[in-house]
C-alpha cells in the first residue's frame, strides 16, 4: 500500500512561483508512474503532469507546458512540481497521484491519492 502526501500549496499573485511536494510512505515510487492532477470549483479532475519513476519520461498538459516542471528525487522519494508564471486559471486542489502502470492523462489509471493541497492565484 501507498501512502501520498502532497504539500506546498498556498496563495500567490499573478506570475508569482510555488513548488508542490508529494512524499510517499509504504514503499518508493520506483515501478511507478506518478503525477499531478487538480480540480477547479465545479470543473472536472484535470491532468497536470506526471513522471516515471523508473525511466524519468515525462508528460505535461499543454496548458502548463514552459511553466511547469515535474522532478523527482528518488533518495527522498519525493515528487516535485515546480509551477512559475502561474495563472488566474491555475486556481484549484491540487493532488498527487501514483500508478503502477505508464504515464497516463486518465485519472482512473491512477490507484493512489494524496489529499490534496490548496493552490489560489490572484489576479
Known amino acids: 500500500q501507498v501512502h501520498l502526501v502532497d504539500s506546498g500549496g498556498g496563495l500567490v499573485q499573478a506570475g508569482g512561483s510555488l513548488r508542490l511536494s508529494c512524499t510517499a510512505s509504504?514503499?518508493?515510487?520506483?515501478?511507478?508512474?506518478v503525477g499531478w492532477f487538480r480540480q477547479a470549483p465545479g470543473k472536472e479532475r484535470e491532468f497536470v503532469a506526471a513522471?516515471?519513476?523508473?525511466?524519468?519520461?515525462?508528460d505535461y498538459a499543454d496548458s502548463v507546458k514552459g511553466r511547469f516542471t515535474i522532478s523527482r528525487r528518488n533518495l527522498l522519494n519525493t515528487m516535485y512540481l515546480q509551477m512559475n508564471n502561474l495563472k488566474p486559471e491555475d486556481t484549484a486542489v491540487y493532488y498527487c497521484?501514483?500508478?503502477?502502470?505508464?504515464?497516463?492523462?486518465?485519472?482512473?489509471?491512477?490507484?493512489?491519492w494524496g489529499q490534496g493541497t490548496q493552490v489560489t492565484v490572484s489576479s
Open positions: 513522471v516515471n519513476w523508473s525511466t524519468g519520461n515525462t
Open positions: 509504504g514503499r518508493t515510487f520506483s515501478g511507478y508512474t
Open positions: 497521484a501514483g500508478d503502477r502502470g505508464s504515464v497516463s492523462h486518465n485519472d482512473g489509471d491512477y490507484d493512489y
